[in-house]
Nanobody
Framework: QVQLVESGGGLVQAGDSLRLSCTASGLTFSTYGMGWFRQAPGKEREFVAAISWSGSPFYADSVKGRFTISRDNAKNTLYLQMNLLEPEDTAVYYC???????????????????WGQGTQVTVSS
């Protein structure tokens, strides 16, 4: 079955950087669009970034210019490089695989069907 495992979260100060990783198994990783979402306490899960199977990235306005999504198909791994972190970035971060191979990625959470367990990112001011 499909498994997505996130890592790399932690406690950092405002302005610091973190790199999240998501290792996938049980799917032909190179043919799937992938996304990062986050959920802060008391808030709904929201889109952060996505990357198509062909490598095209998309970002939420709130992270554009600070976060970079990338993928290494040889390692079945998705990354999220987060720079200039702000307290507002504090959340549990989840990776997800797009429903169905190939095609385009979207910001709509309903278009993703497999999810990791999440990794906590806490940014102190």
């Amino acid at each position: 079955q499909v498994q997505l495992v996130e890592s790399g979260g932690g406690l950092v100060q405002a302005g610091d950087s973190l790199r999240l990783s998501c290792t996938a198994s049980g799917l032909t990783f190179s043919t799937y669009g992938m996304g990062w979402f986050r959920q802060a306490p008391g808030k709904e899960r929201e889109f952060v970034a996505a990357i198509s199977w062909s490598g095209s990235p998309f970002y939420a306005d709130s992270v554009k210019g600070r976060f970079t999504i990338s993928r290494d198909n040889a390692k079945n791994t998705l990354y999220l490089q987060m720079n200039l972190l702000e307290p507002e970035d504090t959340a549990v971060y989840y990776c997800a695989s797009k429903r169905g191979s190939y095609g385009v990625v979207t910001t709509d959470i309903r278009n993703y069907d497999y999810w990791g367990q999440g990794t906590q990112v806490t940014v102190s001011s």
